[in-house]
């Protein structure tokens, strides 16, 4: 051929555009209702995009991607349902995140369904190849990847949840996500159990210490966000604490909630009388005094020994479980007269043993450090 | 001081090309030499081998007998300035800084009182004096040129050479240019330039070396060099030769 | 000389300034005293929270920024000299990302089986510090072998630099998205960002003592070289200085400096193209007084950097590698418009 003339290279370039034209419409865009082949059900749920979705009659096979979402499943108690999981539930170790620590042999057993992470989009391939009536959705997984289209795609009821954002302990996300996913999962009894626990819990917290004389100044230091943090990064305000009633030095600065990095002068300036560590970045705090002792024991509460460890419960979304657990702790470090009756430990066992069925405390501790006073660390040689 | 070039049997090879093939040349004290010849002709591989940028694969360069191998980088450097055709980059220089640089060989920490005369006098030769402070983004032509030949001067050699130095100029500027190569000869120095034009070579040489391809086509003072059948062999052009006005002109 | 005299004001001015930041720096911060309380505590130290604060937390931030930002700007000169470039800098040779991939491998090799465990166990910070410096000289040598065999041209030097960066980049990028879950991407980015208040004081002794007696001595010395080489290779051969070399020197020890202190400090962008730039116009391209304002320049952009970003919503700290990009960003533009040609001839 000896190349293409001007009309036939037009000719050539309008057909491929038609084409491609042709393609996109026929793929549909989102809004256009497509008939699926499951017979409709009679329950209908909003989810928390506002959707509202149809469930199929019976829901025995199902998948939950995203963060978050496998934590309520095995809370639910609704794992002999689970056809499938994210590949980093199963190869990220078990360690840190609650649910998995308590049923982590069975997701190793369980076909792959997508690599699974913050940031890692859903495969619909693999989610198809299980045959799920229902898969629950994070929605942070919605920003990149549209849940309607996903449904298309695997022909299985996509659910969009979310119970707040990571790191946070959203009680009113929590208990409509449990409500939604309860219908769903036919488990409203359970759900309803773990909602009256929880709101007991945001209770006996509430009252115990709503009368107190004096609250101690806390700081909560290297809180994990994305990763692991130094001393200076914080929360406000920080979720456990906001359970006690008691603010931490960093509300006052922080212009809108959320993490914050302070200034280790301001953390000196205050002179918080109680401090704590989350033990998730432990190391990275010991690291940093043993390369520069001086300014932490300028904190009146190094010098005192009045640090302490709480369990991380930041990972892969909130570990609410842990949460609960750490603000049992916190409460008995910081006001011990009004939690006398409570010991923190079994507290923490018996949290779990609600949610999970299981008595976790032992091996976080392991893992960990535990809920105890840090102050063997950070003394100086 | 008298010395001497010697230029002995220089072979340059560039990728299988000849650039320069057995090329020798005599220049003393006092004397210009203009190498011309056509393009590709290896007028400015001479010049490089004669600085020693460019290493020959056979042949010596000498100066005052003393092999310019034998030489440390720096000594050379006193002895022979280096006009280049153009410069890659100025990068905000002011002309005083830039003929600074010229002392290079002669400066081992700081510039020092003496260095600044030496600037000062090299600037005043080619007439720069009050664009001293000036960069060198903002000089015309021929004003560059004259700063990079007050340059090569600050450096007090005895020999300075030439890449094309007319090139670029306007006709004026050739002119004042080629009036100092001549008074640079009066001075002592030799100077060895590479030129285009065979009317400037005429005027301003006492030798001329005409190359081609590489190889030497003759050598000697002007009027047996710029002979019109040798011009018209060499340039492919028919040439006419006005001994009386020293010009050279191509017959269409 | 009537010129001479007026850089000769600009440097020492810029110098006068530094040295007024320097107590303004110290004094400013969240934890409030009195000005005769800091001048007690900085001559007479003692266990006092004031005292920690002036010196563990002020006073060492800012001989860092000053240490730091002289060699980063002084590099930045001397890189941009022999590139014939002034968008040139250290970190063209991809020095940042072959600190992030130091950074990714001390994480992952050293550290092996602690992939697996939600904690990163850095059993000791220098190590990862050391994988970063390692890592960068390996880039910079890599760079220059590449360019040595295409005659270690400027043009040579520029085209392998971003060839291995790209090479480097995507190899670190691969490694992210392979290798390590969330929480080790996100330990390799924070190591990235720019923090002066990291770094201890046996670090900035490391730093300071290696740029006070090597790098910034090296670029003061080789300042009349610079000038020579922007005019061309033929050009500095001519006076007897070898081109090939002086690239070579000047390339190790520009990123020696920066990938020390970039190995403690983390990437500080922008100061190394900043810094010379403004140089420039204040006192041309001359590097006899380019070369020292240059320097200066760095130290003044990166304390003014890091103080602002600790004061200025405080108690929260912006970075300060954010602070010199969110200055430097429009600053550059200003410049870049204003005018200041590098004067290409080709």
């Not at chain 1, 990064?233 to 993490?259: E, R, V, W």
């Amino acid at each position: 051929m000896r190349g293409l003339t001007k009309v036939q290279a037009v000719a050539i370039a309008a057909v491929a555009v038609i084409a491609v034209a042709i393609a996109c419409l026929s793929l549909g865009y989102p809004g256009q209702s497509q008939q699926k082949q499951t017979p409709a059900g009679p329950i209908v749920v909003t989810d928390v995009l506002g959707r509202n979705v149809t469930l199929p009659s019976k829901v025995e096979r199902v998948v939950a991607i995203g963060g978050g979402m496998l934590r309520l499943v095995c809370y639910l108690n609704a794992t002999s349902l689970l056809v499938g999981v994210e590949e980093s539930e199963a190869r990220w170790g078990f360690t840190g995140r609650d649910y998995a620590m308590a049923y982590g042999e069975l997701f190793k057993g369980l076909p792959v369904v997508g690599p699974g992470g913050p940031g890692k989009p859903p495969a619909p391939e693999l989610i198809m190849a299980v045959k799920p009536d229902v898969v629950i959705m994070s929605r942070t997984y919605c920003e990149f990847y549209d849940p309607d289209r996903l449904q298309r795609e695997v022909n299985a009821t996509v659910i969009v949840i979310d119970y707040g954002p990571a790191g946070w302990l959203d009680i009113e996300g929590i208990c409509n996500a449990l409500t939604v996913l309860g219908k769903v999962l036919n488990r409203q009894e359970r759900a309803q159990q773990l909602i009256d626990f929880i709101k007991n819990v945001h209770r006996d917290l509430s009252e115990r210490t709503r009368d107190v004389a004096s609250r101690p100044k806390v700081y909560v230091g290297a809180v994990a966000y994305k990763g692991p943090q130094p001393f200076t990064s914080t929360q406000s305000p920080f979720p456990p604490l906001a359970l006690l009633n008691t603010p931490s030095i960093a509300d006052k600065y922080a212009k809108a909630s959320g993490f914050v990095s302070m200034d280790f002068e301001a953390i000196i300036a205050e002179q918080p009388d109680v401090i704590f560590i989350d033990e998730g970045n432990l190391r990275t705090v010991k690291m940093d005094f043993d390369k520069d002792p001086n300014k932490y024991l300028q904190l009146r509460a190094f010098r005192e020994g009045r640090v302490y460890g709480t369990l991380p419960y930041n990972y892969y979304h909130t570990n609410i479980a842990v949460a609960l657990a750490d603000a049992y702790y916190i409460g008995k470090v910081l006001y011990p007269d009004k939690f006398k009756d409570v010991d923190p430990e079994t507290k923490a066992d018996e949290v779990f043993q609600v949610f999970l069925g299981k008595p976790l405390y032992r091996a976080y501790a392991e893992a960990y450090g535990g809920f105890k006073c840090l102050s063997e660390l950070f003394k100086v040689p | 001081m008298v010395i001497e070039i010697e230029v002995r049997g220089v072979k340059v090879r560039y990728r299988s090309v000849r650039a320069l093939d057995g090329v020798s040349v005599n220049v003393r004290s006092g004397e210009v030499l203009s190498i011309i010849g056509p393009n590709g002709a290896g007028k400015s591989t001479l010049l490089k081998v004669i600085n020693n940028v460019l290493r020959p694969h056979a042949g010596t360069v000498l100066i005052d007998k003393t092999s310019i191998r034998d030489l440390r980088p720096k000594e050379l450097a006193k002895k022979m300035g280096y006009v280049p055709q153009r410069l890659r980059a100025t990068g905000m220089l002011t002309v005083y800084d830039f003929v600074m640089t010229g002392r290079r060989p002669h400066v081992n920490f700081v510039p020092t009182k003496e260095d600044e005369e030496k600037v000062l006098e090299a600037l005043k030769i080619v007439g720069l004096s009050d664009l001293a402070e000036r960069a060198l983004e903002e000089l015309s032509g021929g004003e560059l040129q004259r700063a990079l030949i007050a340059r090569a001067l600050a450096g007090e050699p005895e020999v300075v050479l030439f890449d094309e130095p007319t090139s670029n100029l306007d006709l004026k500027y050739q002119l004042e240019v080629l009036s100092l190569v001549r008074s640079l000869g009066r001075r002592g120095l030799i100077v060895i330039m590479a030129l285009h034009d065979l009317t400037q070579a005429y005027r301003a040489s006492d030798k001329i070396l005409l190359l081609n391809s590489g190889k030497v086509v003759a050598a000697g003072i002007p009027e047996e060099v710029l002979r019109p059948e040798l011009l018209s062999k060499v340039y492919g052009v028919p040439v006419m030769v006005i001994k009386e006005h020293k010009v050279v002109v191509p017959l269409f | 000389m009537k010129g001479v005299r007026r850089k000769q004001v600009i440097l020492a001015s810029l110098i006068f300034l530094t040295f007024i930041l320097i107590p303004l720096s110290i004094w400013l911060g969240y934890y409030k005293a009195s000005i005769p309380e800091v001048l007690r505590v900085l001559f007479m130290p003692d266990n006092s929270p004031l005292s920690t604060v002036v010196w563990d937390l002020r006073l060492r931030r800012v001989l860092a920024a000053i240490v730091v930002g002289a060699v980063l700007g002084g590099a930045g000169a001397a890189v941009q000299a022999i590139v014939r470039n002034p968008l040139a800098s250290p970190f063209t040779f991809g020095l940042s990302f072959a600190a992030s991939l130091g950074v990714a491998v001390a994480l992952l090799i050293l550290h092996g089986g602690v992939l697996q465990r939600y904690q990163i166990y850095v059993y000791n910070p220098f190590v990862v510090s050391m994988c970063a410096f390692a890592f960068s000289l390996i880039q910079v040598l890599v760079v220059l072998l590449l360019a040595y065999k295409t005659r270690l041209s400027a043009g040579s030097l520029v085209l392998s630099a971003i060839a291995t960066s790209f090479a480097y980049q995507a190899v670190l990028y691969l490694l992210q998205y392979l290798c390590l879950n969330e929480v080790l991407v996100s330990t390799v980015v924070f190591w990235t960002f720019g923090d002066l208040g990291r770094i201890s004081w046996e670090e900035l002794r490391l730093v300071a003592a290696t740029s006070a007696l090597l790098v910034i001595p090296y670029f003061i010395y080789r300042s009349m070289d610079y000038d020579l080489i922007v005019g061309g290779d033929e050009l500095a051969k001519s006076s007897g200085v070898s081109p090939e070399r002086l690239r070579v020197e000047t390339t190790v020890i520009a990123a020696l400096g920066t990938a020390l202190a970039t190995s403690f400090v983390g990437v500080i962008g922008f100061v190394c193209l900043l810094a010379p730039h403004a140089a420039r116009l204040l006192v041309g391209g001359g590097h006899r007084y380019l070369m020292p304002t240059s320097m200066v320049m760095g130290s003044l952009i990166l304390l003014l950097s890091d103080t602002l970003g600790r004061t200025i919503i405080s108690p929260t700290v912006i970075p300060v590698g954010i602070m010199t990009s969110l200055l430097g960003v429009p600053l550059l533009v200003y410049l870049l418009i204003r005018g200041g040609r590098f004067g290409y001839r080709d």
